[in-house]
């Protein structure tokens, strides 16, 4: 059994930041990419930023600039910095992992998800 726990998250002003973290533990052999999805309220999941193992990183056109993720390969974290916060990037946000559960199989898993509020 694997699980993802997030922390981080709450309400802050326009123009200011945040910092989301996420651990994975449990039977884990490796992980693959790892990475941030948010949902705002009557909109579909959507990525915000990806890494690799190998440290290829994508990020959401919308976050480009304003956002960095990084992760530590030996804790199997991965985190998300979110600096000049808009109205718009709030909802829920949802940590995501490929882990290698053997050396032969991945298996998706999403964290519980964190809310972020940007509002004055």
């Known amino acids: 059994q694997v699980q993802l726990v997030e922390s981080g998250g709450g309400l802050v002003q326009p123009g200011g930041s945040l910092r989301l973290s996420c651990a994975a533990s449990g039977s884990i052999y490796g992980v693959n990419a790892m990475g941030w999805y948010r949902q705002a309220p009557g909109k579909e999941r959507e990525l915000v930023a990806t890494?690799?193992?190998?440290?290829?990183?994508v990020y959401a056109d919308s976050v480009k600039g304003r956002f960095t993720i990084s992760r530590d390969n030996a804790k199997n974290t991965v985190s998300l910095q979110m600096n000049s916060l808009q109205p718009e990037d709030t909802a829920v946000y949802y940590c995501?992992?490929?882990?290698?559960?053997?050396?032969?199989?991945?298996?998706?898993?999403w964290g519980q998800g964190t809310q972020v509020t940007v509002s004055s």
């Open positions: 995501n992992a490929m882990v290698q559960i053997t050396r032969w199989r991945d298996n998706e898993y």
């Open positions: 890494t690799t193992s190998g440290g290829t990183r």
